[in-house]
């Protein structure tokens, strides 16, 4: 089956830093296209970050030069650095798989809320 | 990157269709057929309905359909049922390796 699991959410103060994990299972994340997407809440969905199969990553400008998204082959597993976070990232933070770029976004983790809050 | 624009509600008795919109730009939806749509029930993870405007994955009832127009995608869904009573929420390609999503609009099975 396949299957992503987020983890590493929680309640850090404004300015600080956490790293969510995303780890798969049923599939390589290496040879697909891995999506951060997060929700504010009582809000839309918002897509946070891209890390392609070939390596290149890609962050919407609301993240750009705060987060990374990275990616370790041998975990089967992708990554989110937040640094400089403020109460705007407050949100449920989900991963999902994109086969072929095509914004077919299937499947998504059950997701990992972060709350910025002093 | 702006969102998507879809009503904030839409609503249909059981058995009736619901059609709901999501409109872009000539730089999103206007420029790509890589439109997809995704249900969510509360406090659940999203689900993939529609991918590419038109195509629905296994799994999918064919009551579900997507199509679109210059800058304007839609999602029907016929027959409505009491399971479908949700969140569904468009996407888009928005060019140079961005997404962009839509606001969100609920269903409401009357």
């Known amino acids: 089956e396949v299957q992503l699991v987020e983890s590493g959410g929680g309640l850090v103060q404004p300015g600080g830093s956490l790293r969510l994990s995303c780890a798969a299972s049923?599939?390589?994340?290496?040879?697909?296209?891995i999506n951060w997407v997060r929700q504010a809440p009582g809000k839309g969905l918002e897509w946070v970050s891209v890390?392609?199969?070939?390596?290149?990553?890609y962050y919407a400008d609301s993240v750009k030069g705060r987060f990374t998204i990275s990616r370790d082959d041998s975990r089967n597993t992708l990554y989110l650095q937040m640094n400089s976070l403020r109460a705007e990232d407050t949100a449920v933070y989900y991963c999902?798989?994109?086969?072929?770029?095509?914004?077919?976004?299937?499947?998504w983790g059950q997701g990992t809320l972060v709350t910025v809050s002093s | 990157q702006s969102a998507l624009t879809q009503p904030p509600s839409a609503s249909g008795s059981p058995g009736q269709s619901v059609t709901i919109s999501c409109t872009g730009t000539?730089?999103?939806?206007?420029?790509?057929?890589?439109v997809s749509w995704y249900q969510q029930h509360p406090g659940k993870a999203p689900k993939l309905m529609i991918y590419?405007?038109?195509k629905r994955p296994s799994g999918v009832p064919d009551r579900f359909s997507g199509s679109k127009s210059g800058n304007t995608a839609s999602l029907t869904v016929s027959g409505l049922q009491a399971e479908d009573e949700a969140d569904y929420s468009c996407?888009?390609?928005?060019?140079?390796?961005?997404?962009?999503f839509g606001t969100g609009t609920k269903v409401t099975v009357l």
């Open positions: 999902a798989r994109d086969r072929g770029n095509r914004g077919r976004f299937d499947p």
């Open positions: 000539s730089g999103d939806i206007g420029a790509y057929d890589y």
């Open positions: 590419e405007v038109t």
């Open positions: 890390f392609y199969s070939g390596g290149s990553t």
């Open positions: 049923g599939f390589t994340v290496s040879s697909d296209f």
């Open positions: 996407s888009s390609y928005a060019g140079s390796s961005n997404w962009v």
